[in-house]
């Protein structure tokens, strides 16, 4: 479970960790390159470095023997701004002690607040935004004399599609792959739209192609990253007509497929589903592709029809629940996730209990949490007052999160007594001589090493749960 300040897909702990590029032709100069936000960013980081290392850039995990350090940055919340706002303002420090060091910001905050971290705060040499990586290295060079540089335009067409990532922080056995960029949603409290710019959708071959090299590396799971991954669509337009009657015209269920025969050894996931657009054919592919993993994450954000109005979600709460019903019906063996904001504009005690209610009919394996933030720009910003206050938005989110817990436990306790097959991704955090991996449903299981290895599939009796992990022993 987590909370207000944390990310949805990454692990905390890799918030803001390091990152590593290799070495190619090295011009000497050292990358610091930090990433903070959603699994997004965290992908669009392996390309930056793929495309620097190409520049011959080599990494350092230690701020003061960089040349150049950039920031991966994440709009979402205002938690996640300030939080790098600290990081910057460090930065500056070690700046007035060394002149020549080169400070950048990408991402999200980039494309917000280009001439505010520029001009007014003074933080930055350069801010480059999520459609502008391939001009990284002529905007580094500028800044080199002594110049500031900025390119945040958004594209309707980069899709970075074949670049071929340079795999960061990795394990070796989990891999993201960014199937489209961008958000066409416009979600009332949401600042995507306007950071990361219109939809669009990646080529399915070269989606599979990266899948086929993680796999030929030695990789056991990917995750297909977009948005909305439901809306996924290629070689089509927006109202459903063929652009190039010459080629494919390609789902997001399609694409699942492709990648599911393509990389039988690899057990597929995807992130983020969209209530309004999510099909039966997904839950569908999901059961007939033993590798294409049993988890949705499906956003409600409220669970009341005026709120998700007022939101812009395009959906009602009995939509929803129909497209539960479904998943349900299809695909009996998936678990379900959601993302909840408590204290949007407006939102009542009554309409916030139908969150509650929601939450207690769907019962929800997992569930990502958030108070409301207002975020400059956005729809809600302009349109609604955001009056709920802080204490009443923190007083709903332990509400959602004392439900939450309850339907966690009831959830994963059902698993106690099964035998599960279980991803070894490496030891567990508390004990050496335990190893931790995940299911298909996405739970963490911990257990005894034995003769396990990490990253094989392994079959794992269930002893025992908590509230967010699993306690088994390896079978056999
Ligand atoms: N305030 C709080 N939570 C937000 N999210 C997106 N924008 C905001 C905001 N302004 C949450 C939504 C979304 C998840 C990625 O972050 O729940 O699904
Ligand atoms: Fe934001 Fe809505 Fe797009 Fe998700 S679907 S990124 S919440 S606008």
């Known amino acids: ?281 997904v839950a569908e592919v999901i059961v007939k592709y033993d590798n294409i993993c049993n988890y949705i994450h499906l956003p409600i954000q409220s669970g009341n029809n005026e709120i998700l109005k007022k939101m812009n979600r395009g959906y009602t709460r009995e939509w929803y629940l129909n497209r539960i019903e479904a998943i349900r019906r299809i695909a009996p063996k998936c678990s379900i996730s959601t993302d909840i904001i408590t204290g949007f504009c407006g939102e009542t005690d009554d309409q916030h209990a139908e969150t509650l209610s929601l939450m207690e009919e769907v019962r929800f394996d997992m569930a990502y949490m958030f108070k409301y933030s207002e975020r400059p720009k956005t729809l809600a910003e302009r349109k609604y007052e955001d009056d709920i206050p802080e204490a009443t938005k923190a007083k709903r989110l332990s509400e959602v999160i004392e439900v939450q817990m309850k339907s966690s436990y009831d959830r994963i306790k059902k698993y106690v007594g099964t035998i599960q097959t279980v991803l070894v991704e490496g030891p567990s955090k508390k004990s050496e001589d335990d190893y931790a991996g995940r299911t298909s449903q996405n739970s963490m299981v911990v257990f005894p090493k034995g003769n396990a290895e990490k990253g094989t599939f392994v079959e794992v009796r269930i002893l025992d749960c908590t509230t967010m992990t699993l306690k088994g022993e390896l079978v056999g």
């Open 1 to 281: 479970m987590q909370l207000e300040a944390g990310d949805k897909t990454i692990d905390e702990s890799r918030q803001g960790e390091a990152t590593m590029v290799k070495t190619k032709s090295g011009t000497g100069k050292k990358l610091l390159l930090e990433s903070y936000g959603c699994a997004m960013n965290f992908s669009d980081s392996e390309i930056v470095a793929s495309i620097l290392s190409e520049e011959g850039f080599t990494t350092t995990k230690d701020a003061k023997e960089a040349d150049v350090i950039l920031l991966n940055t994440c709009s979402i919340r205002e938690k996640a701004e300030d939080k790098i706002r600290n990081r910057l303002l460090a930065f500056k420090n070690m700046k007035l002690r060394r002149p020549s060091l080169i400070v950048g910001v990408l991402g999200c905050m980039a494309e917000r607040l280009k001439e505010t971290l520029l001009e007014q705060e003074k933080l930055v040499d350069l801010v480059v935004g999520p459609d502008a990586y391939r001009d990284l290295p002529n905007l580094i060079e500028h800044v080199g004399t002594g110049q500031k540089a900025v390119n945040v335009l958004l594209s309707r067409e980069e899709t970075y599609a074949e670049i071929s990532p340079v795999r960061l922080n990795s394990n070796g056995i989990n891999a993201y792959i960014s199937i489209m960029r961008g958000c066409d949603n416009m979600c009332s409290f949401c600042v995507v739209p306007f950071t990361r710019g219109r939809e669009r959708s990646r080529n399915p071959e070269s989606i599979v192609n990266e899948a086929k090299e993680l796999a030929a590396n030695g990789y056991k799971e990917v995750t297909l990253l977009g948005q909305n991954v439901d809306s996924y669509k290629w070689n089509l337009t927006k109202k459903g007509e063929v652009k190039d009657e010459g080629l494919p015209t390609v789902s997001f269920a399609q694409l699942m497929e492709m990648v599911a025969k393509a990389c039988p050894g690899l057990w597929i996931r995807f992130s983020t589903s969209h209530p309004k657009d999510l099909t039966d054919e």
